[in-house]
């Protein structure tokens, strides 16, 4: 992997990070300048089922007048009376800048987000300590992996230094061993992380092993924060 070409692809973009306040339907947001520099966690805003469509409240079947008003979910666009509709949550993956009106199912969604971005964040860009192989070779090389600010690359130093750009991830595997007593969880000690270099045809696999220190709670904790982002991602490419 040319790591220094990566690098300067990487700073081009950074440099690009310009972000605007925008009005919606939905209310406030702000978006990257650029699209295609936008969060690759992010979604969205959904097209609103057209009220002509919905005479009656997509949940409880009320029928909508000039008592009973209509609104639309901000994440599903679904149309709903205000009990069916009636909480305001924070809905950072479509970057409104304050909490918006949700369906009581997309409530619950929004709130688990929320542990991400309030907590799972902040782990994966502050790092931990793994042992990483590249491809099939046999010798390894210590790296402190963390997200950047802007959450689009993952970064990798040691002697070397690589950026990986999220959106490129394929697969991401938790490694685990052993159970917690009483039948818990196993415990995360390692990662296989599959992505595709720009310009690439085949797909490069590096191997993340936790190392036996101190810091091993770190290297575990910042694991399942990955394993979270990454089905975040995978959300955000099939919607």
């Known amino acids: 992997m040319s790591s220094s070409s990566v690098a300067a692809a990487g700073g081009a973009a950074l440099r690009r990070d310009g972000k ?17 520099f936008g969060s690759p966690f992010g979604l969205d805003e959904p097209q609103w089922v057209p009220d002509k469509e919905c005479p009656r409240c997509m949940q409880c079947d009320i ?24 909480k305001k949550v924070p809905l950072p993956r479509m970057c409104f800048v304050d909490p ?10 929004s709130q688990k987000e929320m542990e991400f971005y ?26 402190v992996c963390r997200l950047s600010n802007n959450q689009r690359y993952l970064f990798l130093d040691g ?3 690589y950026e990986i750009e999220i959106a490129q ?21 390692g990662m296989l992380l599959q992505y595709k270099e720009p310009g690439a045809q085949d797909v490069t696999q590096m191997k993340f092993t936790a190392i036996e220190d101190s810091n091993k709670k770190q ?3 910042w694991l399942a924060a990955m394993h979270k982002a990454a089905k975040l991602l995978y959300e955000s490419r099939d919607q």
């Open 63 to 86: 029928k909508f007048d000039f008592i009973t008003r209509k609104h639309h979910c901000r994440r599903c666009g679904k149309c709903f009376c205000d009990k069916c509709c009636s």
């Open 219 to 221: 290297s575990a904790t």
């Open 159 to 161: 002697d070397s230094h």
């Open 20 to 36: 605007k306040l925008v009005r919606s339907p939905s209310g406030l947001r702000m978006v990257p300048e650029h699209r295609a």
């Open 118 to 143: 309030d907590k799972q964040l902040k782990v994966l860009m502050n790092g931990a300590t793994f042992c990483v192989t590249l491809g099939t070779s046999e010798k390894s090389e210590l790296m």
């Open 100 to 109: 918006v009106r949700q369906c009581a199912e997309c409530v619950l969604v």
């Open 169 to 189: 991830i394929s697969t991401v595997q938790i490694l685990t061993e052993g159970f917690t007593p009483g039948g818990g969880n196993a415990r995360a000690t």
